[in-house]
C-alpha cells in the first residue's frame, strides 16, 4: 500500500464519519425538538403511576434522554465550526449548522442559569431556540445536501445556496459568527458558574 493510498483511506475514513453525523443530525434535532414539546405529556404521565418510584424514575429518564440528546447533537455540529470541513466539495453540508449547534449551546446555557423545568419562561425560551435549530438545520440539509444530484427549475437556484460547499461566500463568514456565538455564550457560562460557586462559599468571621 502506497502513501497515497493510505491517505486516501484516511480521507474516505472522515469523509464516512462527517456524512454519517451530518444525516443523523437530523433524527437527533427531531428527537429532541419533540421530546422538548412533549413535556406537558410527560408531566400528565407521572400521575399515572400508581407507585412514586414509578413516577419518579419515569420523570428521570425522560429527562435525562431529553438533555443527553440535546448534548449530542451540540458535539455532534462540532464539524460546522471547521470551514474546512463545513465546505469541502464531497460532504455537502447544511449551510445554517453552524447557528443550528449556536442555538443548541444557548439551551444549555438556559438549562444552565435557570431553574430548569420549573422556569416557564426559560423553558419556553428553550423550546422556541431547538426549533430554530432545527429548522436552520432540517431545512437546508433536506432541500439543499439531498437535492445535489438534481437539477432544473427552483432546485438550481435554492440547493446551491443552501450547501455549505457550493456557497462558501457565505458559508465560511457563517462558521465563524457561530463559533464566537457559542465562544461569547461558553464565557456567560464560565462566569455565572464563578459567579455561584463564589456565592456558596461561607463568609469569613
Given at each position: ?8 483511506l484516511?480521507t ?6 462527517e456524512e ?5 443530525l437530523?433524527?437527533l434535532?427531531v428527537?429532541?425538538?419533540?421530546l ?10 407521572t ?5 412514586r418510584?414509578?413516577a419518579?424514575l419515569?420523570?428521570i ?6 438533555d443527553i440528546?440535546l448534548v ?14 463545513a ?7 447544511p449551510?445554517?449548522g453552524?447557528l443550528?449547534a449556536?442555538?443548541?449551546?444557548a439551551?444549555m ?5 435557570t431553574r430548569?423545568?420549573a422556569?416557564v419562561?426559560g423553558?419556553?425560551?428553550q423550546?422556541?431556540?431547538i426549533?430554530?435549530g432545527?429548522?436552520l438545520?432540517?431545512v437546508p440539509?433536506?432541500?439543499g445536501s ?6 432544473g427549475?427552483?432546485?438550481d ?13 457565505l458559508a ?8 464566537a456565538?457559542?465562544?461569547l455564550?461558553?464565557?456567560v ?10 456565592a ?6
Open positions: 500500500m502506497t502513501p497515497e493510498d493510505v491517505k486516501a484516511f474516505f475514513g472522515e469523509m464516512f464519519v454519517t453525523i451530518a444525516a443523523a437530523v433524527i434535532w428527537v429532541v425538538f419533540a422538548h414539546v412533549g413535556r406537558p405529556y410527560m408531566v400528565r404521565s400521575g399515572k403511576f400508581t407507585l418510584l414509578g419518579d419515569w420523570w429518564i425522560y429527562v435525562g434522554l431529553r440528546l449530542q447533537v451540540f458535539l455532534g455540529s462540532f464539524i460546522f465550526f471547521y470551514p474546512d470541513v465546505t469541502m466539495d464531497a460532504l455537502d453540508l449551510i445554517t453552524g443550528a449556536a442555538c443548541a449551546f439551551v446555557v438556559i438549562k444552565l442559569m430548569g423545568d422556569d419562561n423553558y419556553r425560551w423550546v422556541i431556540l426549533g430554530l432545527a429548522t438545520y432540517i440539509y433536506m432541500l439531498q437535492m445535489t444530484q438534481l437539477s427549475g427552483v432546485i437556484v435554492v440547493m446551491p445556496f443552501l450547501v455549505a460547499a457550493k456557497n462558501p461566500a465560511i463568514p457563517l462558521t465563524y459568527i457561530s463559533a456565538i457559542v465562544g455564550l461558553g464565557v457560562a464560565v462566569v455565572y458558574n464563578l459567579r455561584q460557586t463564589g456558596g462559599r461561607p463568609k469569613a468571621s
